[in-house]
């Protein structure tokens, strides 16, 4: 179910905007920022859900990065098993790309320097991909399920990790794993403060070996405010970085220019 985000944003802003964007941010406690902008709850009170920016002559584009680890995964990273991925990020510094980063808590936990390091550099922002990386709803691509009791409770553990790691103003988006979401995951949501960012251009990138494949495939989906969904994870994405060198210039070439998720809400409220 994709639940419409036309006029539904609230830009939440300092003071009195602040109680339209869902529940206060007591101190001290693991939510995130509240100054970011962020939609209205959807029908019922269910957590919104954003899929692209506005389709406008301003070709803004999101590319967000899903720095995935499941919570089991430890042992393999141990083992050497690369869940990281520097040499994108130092890409998308290297040709000034702004990005959205939706990581895993446990991601933060095995790589909280990498983490601080992204958290703290104004080109990206960092979002909430869960902790344990285990599917909300049931069948989804083999993850294992998390309990609806436990899933607020998960996205909160990793504000946690990541505020731990040093990363600063996390943003209140959450991307389920899998992209797996019904209507139990966004009521169950409802009071952790988040607008949940799908996607409308599906890169291919896990577990793809051509990256000319991957830009192919990113470059014919994308449209004005379109949400990439990539990964930066060498272990299960590892020819993302390159394809970027091919995604980002001709997408510049073709008149688009990078953007952050938070970017493309806030549009969406103003209407452009
Ligand atoms: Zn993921």
Known sequence: MIVSV?????????GAALAACGTLRAPGTARPAASAPTLAPGPAGLTPVFTHGPRT???????????DMTADQGRRAAAGEHFDNPSLIATLRRMNVPATVFMTGRWA???PAQARSIGRDPLFEVA????????FTGHCYGLPTISPARMRADVERAYAAFRAAGVRDPLPYFRF?????????????RTAGVTAVQWDVVSGDAFATDADAVARQVLKGVRPGSVVVLHCTRSAAPVTER????IVPEL???GYRFVKVSHL???AGDGR
Not at 128 to 135: E, T, V
Not at 243 to 246: G, K, N
């Open 6 to 14: 036309r006029r539904a944003v609230a830009v939440c802003a300092l």
């Open 57 to 67: 002559r301003d070709r803004s584009v999101a590319l967000t990065f899903d720095a």
């Open 109 to 111: 936990d095995e790589y």
């Open 128 to 135: 909430n991909h869960s902790y344990s990386h285990h599917a």
């Open 177 to 189: 794993p899998g992209g797996c979401y019904d209507r139990r995951a966004l009521r169950e949501l």
């Open 243 to 246: 394809a970027l060198r091919t």
């Open 252 to 254: 510049r070439h073709r």
């Open 265 to 267: 809400i806030a549009a």
